[in-house]
């Protein structure tokens, strides 16, 4: 269950986000949709869904991007450029677009996150310099890292030296054969051992210290956040056809675009012979024995396209439990789609494994206060002065006054006479003018 994530100086973030995924405890609506983990004889709540409203070119991308390089650099336990990566994110590859690009000096860029697995709590801190925007000659290096556990600080890294290591709330954690009493020795061993560009949670505190808790936090990383940048270039497959050639139908799939109002085709997925890649077929015939088929992308709408492939992350994220962040999720998606979705991660009776959906839009049928609570909305603007952007939720107005947000307030009117910011009002109709009176222009 993702509790909190924060950045600082990150892409259209000088000053920074918090993206808080713990419920407001004055806010009563939709009590039913809170999810809650036993930690430490604690509770812990969380919120299952959130959406992200503002105008293009605001900073919400930015928000998933944050997201998704933050879980490359942990997956690889490395800040250097990665040439390779394959998350759909060029942030996450390359780090030297990361840093806020109208600033005048080099500053760190933090990343902040608390999350809860197997009934443990985890924080993780992680900054790191990587020079002004687009520098490709600074040396990069980690400049403050730490991990909390149930609140309590385990390790902090600062740069090059470990000031701090304490593994009493860890035992049970353990390398087999480790020492509580050997702390301050293994504390200077790895402080002698520090790499400037790489994680101490991978390298030295995975081989000194606990192997066990590294694999559960690297697990969570990889299974249970799952974060898709560029949505409409990402295809989802619920599993993956053997290389004999033969199609593999996936019942369920059809069934959802069936109830979608998708008819005339079934789907099947067939891996490429020649590209070893899975490819969707709408299959226009079958017999007993054989499939006769087209390329899906050929002859079926965006739409449907669209629906097929983000469905089997859907699923997979509501059978794990996992936090599923999308950039553009409904794009193309018919909206009643997207609020049987959003009901769907609400239902308690229905995701019973405590999954959580976020995504950004630009379609506002979302604010009603039936369909999502006030601390699941935010808002994302950009001022034009300094070219900041900053986050903050609809819950953070004030429930009474002039400004004030009611549970029961009508929020799609409201956002669309700007009472809650984070909308343009655009008009092309002088540049096009201009345009249509002076072809030169163009």
């Given at each position: 269950?993702?509790?909190?994530?924060s950045?600082?100086?990150?892409?259209?973030?000088?000053?920074?986000?918090?993206?808080?995924?713990?419920?407001?405890?004055?806010?009563t609506?939709?009590?039913?949709?809170?999810?809650?983990?036993?930690?430490?004889?604690?509770?812990?709540?969380?919120?299952?869904?959130?959406?992200i409203?503002?105008?293009?070119?605001?900073?919400?991308?930015?928000?998933?991007?944050?997201?998704?390089?933050?879980r490359?650099?942990?997956?690889?336990?490395?800040?250097?450029?990665?040439?390779?990566?394959?998350?759909?994110?060029?942030?996450?590859?390359?780090?030297?677009?990361?840093?806020?690009?109208?600033?005048?000096?080099?500053?760190?860029?933090?990343?902040?996150?608390?999350?809860?697995?197997?009934?443990?709590?985890?924080?993780?801190?992680l900054?790191?310099?990587?020079?002004?925007?687009?520098?490709?000659?600074s040396?990069r290096?980690?400049?403050?890292?730490?991990?909390?556990?149930?609140?309590?600080?385990?390790f902090?890294?600062?740069?090059?030296?470990?000031?701090?290591?304490?593994?009493?709330?860890?035992?049970?954690?353990?390398?087999?054969?480790?020492?509580?009493?050997?702390?301050?020795?293994?504390?200077?061993?790895?402080?002698?051992?520090?790499?400037?560009?790489?994680?101490?949670l991978?390298?030295?505190?995975?081989?000194?210290?606990?192997?066990?808790?590294?694999?559960?936090?690297?697990?969570?990383?990889?299974?249970?956040?799952?974060?898709?940048?560029?949505?409409?270039?990402?295809?989802?497959?619920?599993?993956?056809?053997?290389?004999?050639?033969?199609?593999?139908?996936?019942?369920?799939?059809?069934?959802?675009?069936?109830?979608?109002?998708?008819?005339?085709?079934?789907?099947?997925?067939?891996?490429?012979?020649?590209?070893?890649?899975?490819?969707?077929?709408?299959?226009?015939?079958?017999?007993?024995?054989?499939?006769?088929?087209?390329?899906?992308?050929?002859?079926?709408?965006?739409?449907?396209?669209?629906?097929?492939?983000?469905?089997?992350?859907?699923?997979t994220?509501?059978?794990k439990?996992?936090?599923?962040?999308m950039?553009?999720?409904?794009?193309?998606?018919?909206?009643?789609?997207?609020?049987?979705?959003?009901?769907?991660?609400?239902?308690?009776?229905?995701?019973?494994?405590?999954?959580?959906?976020?995504?950004?839009?630009?379609n506002?049928?979302?604010?009603?206060?039936?369909?999502?609570?006030?601390?699941?909305?935010?808002f994302?603007?950009?001022?034009?002065?300094?070219?900041?952007?900053?986050?903050?939720?609809?819950?953070?107005?004030?429930?009474?006054?002039?400004?004030?947000?009611?549970?029961?307030?009508?929020?799609?009117k409201n956002?669309?006479?700007?009472?809650?910011?984070?909308?343009e009002?655009?008009?092309?109709?002088?540049?096009?003018?201009?345009?249509?009176?002076?072809p030169?222009?163009?």
């Amino acid at each position: 269950m993702l509790l909190n994530f924060s950045c600082d100086n990150f892409k259209s973030f000088m000053d920074g986000f918090q993206f808080n995924m713990i419920p407001e405890k004055r806010m009563t609506e939709l009590d039913y949709s809170i999810l809650s983990e036993k930690i430490s004889g604690r509770k812990e709540t969380g919120l299952s869904a959130s959406v992200i409203y503002g105008p293009n070119a605001a900073g919400k991308t930015s928000i998933v991007n944050a997201m998704s390089c933050m879980r490359q650099i942990i997956l690889r336990g490395n800040i250097r450029d990665d040439a390779s990566d394959r998350s759909g994110d060029h942030v996450s590859g390359s780090l030297n677009l990361a840093p806020f690009a109208f600033r005048d000096d080099a500053a760190p860029v933090r990343f902040d996150i608390t999350f809860t697995s197997g009934g443990t709590k985890y924080r993780y801190v992680l900054s790191i310099f990587l020079g002004s925007f687009l520098e490709k000659n600074s040396d990069r290096y980690i400049d403050h890292e730490q991990l909390w556990v149930n609140d309590t600080l385990i390790f902090n890294r600062i740069k090059d030296a470990i000031d701090k290591l304490k593994l009493d709330e860890i035992a049970d954690f353990l390398n087999i054969g480790y020492e509580i009493k050997d702390t301050e020795k293994t504390r200077k061993a790895m402080s002698s051992n520090i790499t400037a560009d790489s994680l101490l949670l991978v390298t030295d505190f995975n081989s000194f210290c606990s192997k066990k808790l590294v694999s559960e936090i690297r697990q969570w990383f990889e299974e249970q956040f799952i974060v898709v940048n560029s949505a409409d270039r990402t295809r989802f497959y619920p599993g993956t056809p053997g290389d004999n050639g033969r199609a593999m139908i996936n019942v369920y799939i059809n069934k959802i675009a069936q109830e979608a109002g998708i008819i005339g085709s079934d789907f099947a997925y067939v891996n490429d012979p020649e590209t070893h890649t899975t490819k969707l077929l709408s299959v226009l015939q079958k017999t007993d024995s054989t499939l006769y088929g087209l390329d899906a992308d050929k002859i079926e709408s965006v739409g449907t396209m669209r629906l097929i492939s983000i469905m089997p992350a859907i699923i997979t994220a509501l059978q794990k439990g996992a936090i599923l962040v999308m950039d553009e999720l409904d794009a193309s998606l018919h909206p009643m789609i997207v609020m049987n979705l959003i009901t769907i991660f609400h239902n308690d009776g229905i995701n019973k494994n405590g999954a959580q959906i976020i995504f950004n839009t630009h379609n506002p049928i979302y604010l009603n206060h039936n369909l999502l609570r006030r601390d699941e909305i935010k808002f994302v603007e950009r001022n034009k002065e300094n070219k900041s952007s900053s986050l903050y939720a609809l819950s953070d107005f004030r429930a009474n006054g002039e400004a004030s947000v009611r549970k029961t307030s009508d929020y799609m009117k409201n956002y669309f006479i700007s009472r809650y910011g984070a909308i343009e009002d655009i008009d092309f109709t002088d540049i096009i003018a201009d345009i249509l009176s002076n072809p030169l222009i163009c």
